[in-house]
């Protein structure tokens, strides 16, 4: 069974930093491209990162561009993404996500919460 | 301001048909596949319409989709108390290299 469980997530002050890791099995982590996707309270989603399988393409948000670096580490079939100068609109549930508009065969991590407040 | 449009809210009474349109350009839906996904509160997001208009095994045909030029809708025939939910479209943005979503619709069974 596929498995996306997300953590780091949490409080932190405006302009702090946090790091998300998302821990995938019941898959070949190392085969797939993953993406960081994210949902502010009430709002619909909105794509924040993606990394391909071996990390040579990496794609950012312009909202997110500059502050955010997507990473993995495919030995331990991790994501990561580190948040730095966080705003009160990065405030959003974090979902780790694999292949969302490919197919079929999407899975999405339950989310965890980023709370950006003074 | 999400990139791909869609009605905030639409409802409708048991049994009849709704549609949730979606709204894009060339870069995402014109040239891509679209995705229509379905989230109930506090749970993540569930595919219910990938490729445009194919349905994943264990969703009812009640739900049907199409896709036309930059737009995209979805259909929800026989309408139940159960298909209340928030409902999303995807697609890949060529331009931004990463999936394009809309800003849900809020489907309420009346």
């Known amino acids: 069974e596929v498995q996306l469980v997300e953590s780091g997530g949490g409080l932190v002050r405006p302009g702090g930093s946090l790091r998300l890791s998302c821990a995938a099995s019941?898959?070949?982590?190392?085969?797939?491209?993953m993406n960081w996707v994210r949902q502010a309270p009430g709002k619909g989603l909105e794509w924040v990162s993606s990394i391909s399988s071996t990390s040579d393409h990496i794609y950012y948000a312009d909202s997110v561009k500059g502050r955010f670096t997507i990473s993995r580490d495919n030995g331990n079939n991790s994501l990561f993404l580190q948040m730095d100068s966080l705003r009160a609109e990065d405030t959003a549930l974090y979902y780790c996500?694999?292949?969302?508009?490919?197919?079929?065969?999407?899975?999405w991590g339950q989310g965890i919460l980023v709370t950006v407040s003074s | 301001q999400s990139v791909l449009t869609q009605p905030p809210s639409v409802s409708g009474t048991p049994g009849q048909r709704v549609t949730i349109s979606c709204s894009g350009s060339?870069?995402?839906?014109?040239?891509?596949?679209v995705y229509w996904y379905r989230q109930l509160p506090g749970t993540a997001p569930k595919l219910l319409i990938f490729r445009n208009d194919q349905r994943p095994s264990g969703v009812p045909d009640r739900f049907s989709a199409s896709k036309s030029v930059t737009s995209a809708s979805l259909a929800i025939s026989g309408l139940r108390s159960e298909d209340e939910a928030d409902y999303h479209c995807?697609?890949?943005?060529?331009?931004?290299?990463?999936?394009?979503f809309g800003g849900g619709t809020k489907l309420t069974v009346l």
């Open positions: 995807a697609s890949w943005d060529d331009s931004l290299s990463g999936p394009v």
């Open positions: 060339s870069s995402n839906i014109g040239n891509n596949y």
């Open positions: 996500a694999r292949d969302p508009v490919s197919g079929s065969n999407v899975y």
């Open positions: 019941g898959f070949t982590f190392s085969s797939y491209s």
